[in-house]
């Protein structure tokens, strides 16, 4: 149904196994069995993916270990362990952790209430449909729309004030950590909620009356089998949502300027008017960010190879 | 046998306002296997999972050894269960499926591992105990649930269509390889599935289910044989129907292919010119040259069937057709299509069924 | 049992409350234009700013571009590798999942590096050439979604079988694909086309960055200097999210279906 839980439904399967092992194996053993219509059909694929993709990426990760006249470095990558920097990254870190962990324990929360919790099948089908779109309602407006709501003017804002006589920003400053992690929470949640739904789906009725048979409560079948059976995916799916809020600037950016400082807007910042004074520790910076979403990923990848293969 | 192990006292369940179960009486014996057999939509799943405990009943009485049981959560029943799809936890190996309701049941480790030991050896899987659910194939991920169910010692052992996921070959040798266990643990055993064949092989006892009643509740032999209504004749093995008409109800005498025939079975409610149906076995009509039987007609052979072991010829005799079973012999081969043959059928072989 | 399902209604409002408020506050901030009456102003105002205009059409017009590319990328490749290649699936497949392991952010800067004006490839020395990168960009972007859409169509309707029968039926390699595999992909295709929309209409990161006023910076804009604005951009954004997923959806239900036996 969804585009984000359709494509990690792709990363889970042949590609985990597939490129190490396989290409490993023989890499060019496909060259001989390639017919002319072949290499028509996949060449521009391949020259787009090399031009726009690879490239583009792998020229960030080489200007990381240059210096201005192109000389090989390690003093980007030393640069990195400046104040500014680290703050950054420690700010990224935070925000990306808090809203993965917090939309992790909502979503399943909610999934496992509009499929287990025996609520009428319209509110499942429902829920599933709009979270499909709010997953993909991210960026720029999704921080008006937070604004309008927590904002100094926003709507829960002033009810508070109003019907409680109790100011929210003297706690609650929607320009801050929490408030970006709370408006984070916004993708994240339906995010979590599209890709755990068919793992909980997966969780045979079976499984449940087998050990009810065995003698186990409820609590005891939860402990024993079902949390460890979701156990890969709920690790997989957290990877998946730290990797989708680190990469995230937009939200932030219309929501906060540049009053938070995470590692994306101050890369944005450095693309823009060079604020570190070296290109090169902009391409560092960048490199830190691909080393720690790609290592999420990966931590998706290999969970969810081993989640498919118990559920098999 | 003294007194029954388990009772079912007039059980009654419906689904959404549909019944499915109607008031059913059954009475099971300790150590018995028993087999709920009949078409799907039944109710016969839906009897052994109230005895389960995972479907209440409307109303009526599940008793076991004397106490109804009504009120107790599954797993409080000490029943053990194998499923149709297996059911094995996809995140334990197989000595921990196994060993799972003894955990639960709080048995220390050095004795659990003795059991699981004792079960994997009586199920032949010793040395898998490290192996995962998805490293077996059916028959043995099958032979695994019936050792995990059967671990914890339960007073009754159910058996919900476990053969029906498996091969034709290897659902043979499992269900030879079940009934051998319950037979050396004798565990009484409820086994349910909508295989006739394999139900006859495998049960001490029968019940054939229809539309939520049980139509009959007999040893194999008795329910093949005797078949008490019409739905258990054809649900059963195969029929033969041959049209006759009824020559004088008093004397049970009918008229079938220009004689009158004595049938023992005649119901006497039927009135005298009346249109009957007489049934047989395929195995009860022999090809009759020479020999006299009670009912003799001649026919051609429309087709010829060769079984093995078994030949089943159909004849063509005008207005009927019947099929016949012949056991091989090395010596005579069948008639060929389209030869004229001549049928015997003993009257006493023949049932009269109502509907 | 019962107190199982008074937690799920109690976890269900919450979180309906959660993703409620923020819309129906945004909808309701954006009336509050004029102080004494609620009105649709502020939307009159974006709708009828020039810059508006210009920044969501030419938005239209590069996420169209977007589209065309993409699939003309995507459909003989996905095809081919069902058909023709499956060993390559894990490389092609791994390929399409890099614009979700490499942040749009790193994209584009190494596009800047890659492209500039004293470059081999000066994209970025023209307007033309920085709008061919920007629509490129966004093919990067849509390719995950795009490529599992398409793949997922030829999944259900069975290529191979499908090709085959085809061939025996004596049609050569062109009809078939016009005349046997198109019109059976077209409900994917149209899906991957509307998941494409959904994204690159709002986008912000990149297009900022190449200098391009598409509707994502000019929201930005907005936000910078308006109060009530914002919310109606918000509301209209959310609307065309809703509506590119609800064609979705319907398209869902056209979509052919074989049996198969895998």
């Not at chain 3, 499908?162 to 077209?186: D, H, K, Y």
Request: proline share 5%; aromatic share 10%.
């Amino acid at each position: 149904m969804n585009s984000v839980s359709s494509v990690a439904d792709t990363a889970a399967g042949p590609v985990s196994t597939g490129p190490v092992a396989r290409v490993g194996g023989n890499p060019f053993r496909f060259l001989t069995t390639l017919r002319p219509g072949d290499i028509l059909a996949i060449a521009p694929f391949i020259l787009f993916a090399l031009l726009f993709l690879v490239m583009p990426t792998l020229g960030l990760v080489v200007g990381a270990f240059q210096d201005a006249n192109g000389n090989f470095t390690f003093d980007n990558i030393l640069q990195l362990g400046g104040p500014q920097i680290v703050a950054s990254f420690w700010i990224s870190i935070r925000v990306s952790a808090a809203s993965a962990v917090l939309g992790a324990l909502i979503g399943l929360a909610i999934a496992m209430a509009i499929i287990r919790g025996r609520l009428p099948e319209f509110i499942r089908s429902s829920v599933m449909t709009f979270s499909g779109v709010a997953s993909n309602f991210a960026g720029i407006p999704l921080a008006f729309a937070f604004l309008a709501t927590l904002g100094r003017l926003g709507l829960v804002t002033v009810l508070f004030k109003t019907l409680f006589g109790f100011d929210l920003t003297r706690s609650f400053n929607i320009l801050s950590f929490w408030g970006l992690t709370v408006t984070y929470l916004y993708f994240q949640i339906p995010l979590m909620i599209l890709i755990i739904a068919p793992a909980i789906d997966g969780l045979k009725k079976e499984w449940s009356e087998a050990a009810a048979t065995l003698g186990a409560t409820r609590f005891q079948f939860w402990r024993h089998v079902g949390f460890p059976v979701l156990w890969p995916n709920l690790l997989g799916t957290l990877s998946l949502l730290f990797a989708n809020a680190f990469g995230a600037i937009a939200t932030a950016y219309a929501l906060t300027g540049s009053s938070l400082n995470i590692v994306p807007i101050l890369l944005y910042a450095q693309i823009r008017g060079d604020v570190l004074h070296n290109p090169g520790l902009g391409a560092a910076l960048a490199l830190g960010m691909i080393v720690i979403t790609a290592l999420a990923n990966v931590i998706y990848l290999v969970v969810r190879t081993r989640a498919e293969r118990w559920l098999k | 046998m003294a007194e029954e192990f388990l009772r079912i006292d007039k059980l009654v369940k419906s689904f959404g306002g549909i019944p499915v179960v109607k008031g059913v009486d059954l009475g099971f014996n300790k150590g018995e296997f028993v087999s709920l057999l009949g078409p799907s939509g039944c109710g016969k799943t839906t009897i052994l999972r109230m005895i389960a405990g995972f479907e209440r009943p409307d109303s009526g009485r599940i008793v076991v050894e004397g106490n109804d049981i009504a009120h107790l959560q599954p797993n409080q029943r000490k029943i053990g269960m194998v499923f149709q799809a297996y059911a094995l936890f996809p995140n334990m190996n197989v000595a921990e499926n196994v060993g799972f309701g003894l955990k639960i049941a709080g048995m220390p480790r050095p004795q659990r591992e003795a059991r699981v030991e004792e079960m994997l050896k009586l199920i032949g899987l010793s040395g898998y105990d490290k192996r995962f659910p998805f490293e077996l194939s059916g028959g043995q991920q099958q032979r695994v649930a019936l050792a995990r169910a059967l671990a914890p010692s339960p007073r009754m052992l159910l058996l919900d269509e476990p053969l029906s996921a498996l091969d034709a070959k290897i659902r043979v040798s499992l269900r030879e390889q079940i009934r051998e266990i319950q037979r050396e643990l004798g565990i009484t055993t409820v086994f349910v599935t909508h295989d006739q064949e394999e139900a006859l092989s495998i049960s001490d006892r029968i019940v054939v289910l229809n539309a939520g009643s049980v139509e009959q509740f007999g040893q194999p032999f008795e329910i093949y044989n005797r078949p008490q209504t019409k739905f258990v004749a054809t649900f059963v093995g195969q029929l033969n129907t041959l049209n006759a008409t009824v020559a004088n109800a008093g004397q049970k005498t009918v008229t079938v292919g220009g004689a009158t025939v004595t049938i023992p079975s005649l119901p006497a409610t039927l009135r005298d010119g009346e249109a009957v149906a007489l049934t047989m076995r395929p195995e009860a009509v022999s090809l009759a040259d020479g020999a006299t039987r009670d009912i003799v007609l001649d026919g051609k052979v429309a087709e010829v069937h060769f079984l093995g072991s078994v030949i089943r010829l159909k004849v063509d005799l005008g207005d009927n057709a019947i099929s016949l079973d012949t056991f091989n012999d090395q010596r005579t081969p069948p008639p060929p299509h389209g030869a004229p043959v001549r049928i015997g059928i003993a009257s006493s072989d023949v049932l009269v069924l109502g509907n | 049992m019962k107190q199982g399902k008074l937690w799920s209604w109690v976890i269900f409002i919450l979180g309906a409350l959660y993703f409620l408020v923020p819309l129906y506050a945004t909808f309701d901030f954006s009336l509050h234009i004029r102080r004494d009456h609620l009105s649709f102003d502020a939307y009159a105002n974006v709708l009828n700013d020039p810059r508006f205009q210009a920044a969501f059409s030419y938005s239209l017009i590069i996420g169209a571009a977007a589209i065309v590319v993409g699939l003309l990328l995507v459909v003989p490749a996905a095809y081919y590798v069902r058909l023709r290649a499956p060993h390559l699936r894990p490389i092609i497949e791994f390929i399409t999942l890099l614009p979700l392991i490499i942040p749009a952010i790193i994209l584009v800067f190494g596009y800047i590096r890659m492209y500039n004006t004293s470059s081999l490839i000066p994209l970025l020395g023209t307007n033309f050439g920085s709008d061919v990168l920007l629509t490129l960009a966004y093919v990067a972007l849509a390719l995950p979604y795009m490529y599992r859409a398409v793949d997922t169509g030829l999944r259900t309707i069975d290529v191979q079988t499908l090709t085959e029968a085809a061939n025996i039926l004596g049609a050569n390699q062109a009809t078939i694909i016009a005349r046997v595999i198109f019109p059976n992909i077209i409900v994917a295709v149209l899906s991957g086309a509307f998941l494409t929309l959904a994204i690159v209409i709002g986008e912000f990161t990149i297009a900022s960055l190449l200098n391009r006023q598409v509707f994502g910076v000019y929201m930005q804009n907005v936000g910078a200097n308006r109060a009530y604005e914002p919310s109606a951009l918000a509301v209209i954004s959310f609307v065309i999210t809703w509506g590119a997923m609800g064609m979705i959806q319907l398209l869902a239900r056209f979509a052919p279906k074989t049996a198969r036996l895998d």
